[in-house]
């Protein structure tokens, strides 16, 4: 499987110069104009690479399919992680949520988000001596 093929593949998808990729990547332009040009077929970075693409590297590397791609500066995730981050100054179960979606990618930290959102927002309120637990 030529990593190269499908990174320049997804990279052009998404309108991205090597720049861009390698800023979103944390990989060197230089690595990226080579692993392209010599149509490499495997790479140190792929995860990160993967990473920037929103893919794993299965799909990053899957040659039989066009996975869909997000660039992750188009989502709006900032305005809701940043509601998050305040709410996490009074909420300890807010604060663990916001050092998990650390590890997620940010293509996909609004939609995460929003979900959350959603379910706190149509869950009933907590009354006296309610017990939450999923212990029985």
């Not at 110069?17 to 230089?30: C, I, N, T, Y």
């Not at 495997?42 to 039989?64: K, N, V």
């Not at 959603?118 to 309610?130: E, F, I, L, N």
Request: with cysteine.
């Amino acid at each position: 499987m030529a990593i190269g093929k499908r990174i320049r593949h997804y990279r052009l998808k998404l309108g991205w110069k090597l720049k861009v990729l390698s800023q979103l990547a944390d990989v060197d332009v230089g690595t990226f104009s080579a692993l392209e040009s010599r149509n490499s077929k495997r790479t140190e970075y792929a995860q990160q690479i993967a990473h920037a693409f929103g893919l794993t590297i299965e799909q990053l590397t899957d040659e039989t399919r066009d996975w869909p791609v997000v660039d992750p500066r188009t989502i709006p995730a900032q305005a809701s992680y940043l509601a998050c981050e305040k709410r996490a100054d009074y909420d300890p179960w807010m604060q663990n949520v916001n050092k998990e979606l650390q590890k997620v990618h940010p293509a996909y930290r609004a939609e995460i988000l929003a979900y959350l959102q959603w379910q706190v927002a149509r869950a009933p309120p907590a009354g006296d001596g309610d017990n939450h637990s999923v212990a029985g």
